[in-house]
C-alpha cells in the first residue's frame, strides 16, 4: 500500500494535542490500512523511527441537522495511535521530501 494513501491525515484535537508532547500522534487511515502499513508510512512520509502502533475504528454517529428536521450519519472512521522511539517530536502537517528516483 502506498504511503500517501495509507494516511490521510493527522488528526488534531485537544487530546492528540497533549499527546505530541509524549511524542505520540494521532491519524486517519484508510479503512484497509494495517498496523505495518502505518508503520512503515510514517517512516516513508516523516523519516522517523515508530516504536509502536495502536489502531482503532471510531464507529458512525448519527446526529440532527437543518434545524432538527433532518438525520444524517457520520461515516465510520479509522485512526492510528503512533508512538515514536525516544519520544522524538515532529511536525504531524509537514512531511519530508522525496528524493527524485534516478533511472
Avoid: C
Avoid at 505530541?20 to 484508510?30: K, L, V
Avoid at 475504528?57 to 446526529?63: E, F, G, T, V
Amino acid at each position: 500500500m502506498d504511503s500517501y494513501s495509507t494516511i490521510i491525515r493527522p488528526l488534531t484535537t485537544e487530546k492528540s494535542s497533549e499527546q505530541q508532547a509524549n511524542g505520540q500522534y494521532m491519524f486517519q487511515i484508510s479503512k484497509t490500512a494495517t498496523k505495518v502499513d502505518v508503520k512503515h508510512a510514517v517512516k516513508d512520509l516523516y523519516g522517523v523511527d515508530v516504536d509502536k502502533v495502536r489502531i482503532l475504528i471510531a464507529p458512525s454517529k448519527k446526529r440532527l441537522v437543518a434545524k432538527g428536521r433532518h438525520w444524517t450519519k457520520r461515516p465510520v472512521m479509522k485512526k492510528a495511535l503512533v508512538t515514536m522511539k525516544g519520544k522524538k517530536t515532529i511536525d504531524p502537517n509537514k512531511i519530508k521530501e522525496s528524493k527524485p528516483n534516478k533511472k
